[in-house]
C-alpha cells in the first residue's frame, strides 16, 4: 500500500466507516480479505490461528455452558475481523508512514466538517453530522457533534490521537502549526461532542503524566505557561457561568453525575459492572456468557434492570464490565495482564505520547466504550507501539564528555 491508499484508509476509518451500512457493520470489517492478505504478504506468516488458539479454552467452555450458535458466530467472526484490523494497523504503524503528515491533514479536513455541520445544526436533517438524545435528568433532546459516526463519545474518541499528538508537539516546541490554531482545530470539535467521559480521561492524563514528569515539565516554560493560562480560563469561565449561567446544560450534567442522577454515568460505570455480575450468574462468574450472548442470556435481566421495552437495543456500555460479561473475570484478568505487560515491555513511559494514549485508554475502559471498539483498540496500538521518537522523553541524565589531552 502506498501513502494514497493509506490516507484513503484513515479517511474511511475515521469519518465514514459506518456511513450506509447496517447498526454494528463497518467498512474495516468488509475490508478484512484484504487485509489479511496483506498481512500475509508483509509477514510471510498466517495472523488468525494464533488468536484462535489464544481463544479456544474460553470457546470450549462457552459451548459446555451452552450458547446460541448462530449469534456466537456471527460475534466471534466479528472479533476476528478486529483482530486482523488490529495486526494490519500495527504493521501500518511500522511502515514508516509519515503519521505528522497523516494526522495534520485528518485534523483540517475534521474541522471543515465541523464548520459545515454547524449550520445543519438548525435545520430538519441536523442528524447528518447531530445527535439529538435525552442527555441527564432535567436535559431532553440535547444535540451532540456525532459526526458521521453512530455517538458523539465515539467521534470524540476517535479524536483523541490528534489531541495527544498535537499536545505532545506544543510540550516539546516542535509544533509546525500556531498554538492558538491547534487550540481552535482541536478544542472546538471536542466541545461540540460534549463527551465528558472522554473530556474527564483526557485531562486525567495529562494531569498524570505532567505529576510523573513534574519537575522535568516544570522547567519548560511553555508547559508552565499553558497550566497558568489553562488555569486562569477555567476559573474565569466557571465564575462567570455560575453568576450569569448558573442552569447551563454543563453545570446541570455535573451536578447530576455528582448527585447520581445521571443515567448515562451510571450505566458506563457501576451499574454496568452490576449488571456484568447479574448476567454471569446465569452461566459462569470465572469464563462469561461468551460472544454474542448479552442480546440473548443477558437481555432479559438488562430489560428487567433498565425496565426497557422489548424492542430496545441491549447493550452493557463499559468496555470492562462487557469483557467480563462475555469472557468472565478469567478473561478480564487476561486484558489487564495483557495491557499491563505490554506497558512494561514496550516501556511505554519513555515517551509523551504513547504515556498520554495509554493513561487515557487505560482510564477509559472502566468509564465506557465496549469489546468491539475500533477507536479504543487504534489508541492501544498506538500507545504500545514504538514509532514516535519524536516526543520521547530523553535520560535524565546525559553522558560526560571527557576530554583529553
Given at each position: 500500500m502506498k501513502i494514497n491508499s493509506f490516507f484513503l484508509l484513515a479517511m474511511v476509518f475515521f469519518f465514514l466507516n459506518s456511513v450506509g451500512l447496517p447498526y454494528g457493520l463497518q467498512y474495516t470489517t468488509l475490508l478484512t480479505p484484504i487485509f489479511y492478505v496483506w498481512i500475509i504478504r508483509k509477514t510471510g506468516r498466517e495472523p488468525v490461528l494464533p488468536f484462535l488458539l489464544a481463544l479456544m479454552p474460553f470457546i470450549i467452555i462457552h459451548q459446555v455452558n451452552g450458547v446460541d450458535l448462530s449469534s456466537y458466530l456471527v460475534s466471534l467472526l466479528n472479533i476476528i475481523c478486529i483482530y486482523v484490523f488490529c495486526v494490519a494497523f500495527h504493521l501500518f504503524l511500522r511502515s514508516g508512514v509519515d503519521m505528522e503528515r497523516l494526522l495534520t491533514r485528518l485534523l483540517y479536513i475534521n474541522f471543515v466538517l465541523c464548520l459545515i455541520a454547524i449550520p445543519f445544526y438548525f435545520t430538519p436533517v441536523s442528524d447528518i453530522f447531530w445527535i439529538q438524545q435525552f442527555l441527564t435528568a432535567g436535559i431532553r433532546d440535547f444535540k451532540r457533534l456525532k459526526m458521521f459516526t453512530y455517538e458523539a463519545s465515539y467521534y470524540s474518541t476517535l479524536m483523541v490521537p490528534l489531541i495527544f499528538f498535537f499536545v505532545s508537539q506544543m510540550i516539546l516546541r516542535i509544533n509546525k502549526i500556531r498554538v492558538s490554531t491547534l487550540a481552535v482545530l482541536l478544542l472546538v470539535p471536542l466541545f461540540m461532542s460534549f463527551s465528558l467521559g472522554v473530556i474527564s480521561?483526557?485531562?486525567?492524563?495529562?494531569?498524570?503524566?505532567?505529576?510523573?514528569?513534574?519537575?522535568?515539565?516544570?522547567?519548560?516554560?511553555?508547559?508552565?505557561?499553558?497550566?497558568?493560562?489553562?488555569?486562569?480560563?477555567?476559573?474565569?469561565?466557571?465564575?462567570?457561568?455560575?453568576?450569569?449561567?448558573?442552569?447551563?446544560?454543563?453545570?446541570?450534567?455535573?451536578?447530576?453525575?455528582?448527585?447520581?442522577?445521571?443515567?448515562?454515568?451510571?450505566?458506563?460505570?457501576?451499574?454496568?459492572?452490576?449488571?456484568?455480575?447479574?448476567?454471569?450468574?446465569?452461566?459462569s462468574r470465572l469464563f462469561g456468557i461468551g460472544f454474542g450472548q448479552v442480546k440473548k442470556v443477558g437481555a432479559e435481566t438488562i430489560r428487567q434492570f433498565y425496565n426497557y421495552p422489548p424492542d430496545y437495543v441491549i447493550t452493557i456500555p463499559n468496555a470492562s464490565a462487557e469483557t467480563i460479561a462475555i469472557l468472565g473475570w478469567v478473561g478480564f484478568g487476561v486484558r489487564i495482564f495483557v495491557e499491563l505487560a505490554?506497558?512494561?515491555?514496550?516501556?511505554?513511559?519513555?515517551?509523551?505520547?504513547?504515556?498520554?494514549?495509554?493513561?487515557?485508554?487505560?482510564?477509559?475502559?472502566?468509564t465506557g466504550s465496549f469489546i468491539t471498539n475500533l477507536a479504543e483498540y487504534v489508541i492501544w496500538i498506538m500507545a504500545f507501539t514504538d514509532v514516535f521518537p519524536q516526543f520521547a522523553i530523553q535520560p535524565r541524565t546525559q553522558p560526560v564528555n571527557i576530554k583529553t589531552s
Open positions: 480521561a483526557l485531562v486525567i492524563a495529562m494531569a498524570f503524566t505532567y505529576l510523573l514528569y513534574f519537575r522535568r515539565l516544570t522547567r519548560k516554560r511553555r508547559v508552565f505557561d499553558f497550566i497558568v493560562a489553562g488555569l486562569t480560563l477555567l476559573i474565569t469561565a466557571t465564575f462567570v457561568a455560575f453568576i450569569f449561567f448558573p442552569d447551563n446544560t454543563l453545570f446541570v450534567r455535573i451536578s447530576n453525575i455528582f448527585s447520581g442522577h445521571d443515567s448515562s454515568a451510571r450505566g458506563r460505570t457501576f451499574e454496568a459492572f452490576e449488571l456484568a455480575d447479574k448476567v454471569n450468574a446465569l452461566k505490554l506497558f512494561i515491555y514496550t516501556r511505554v513511559w519513555t515517551n509523551y505520547y504513547r504515556l498520554f494514549l495509554f493513561m487515557f485508554i487505560f482510564l477509559y475502559q472502566f
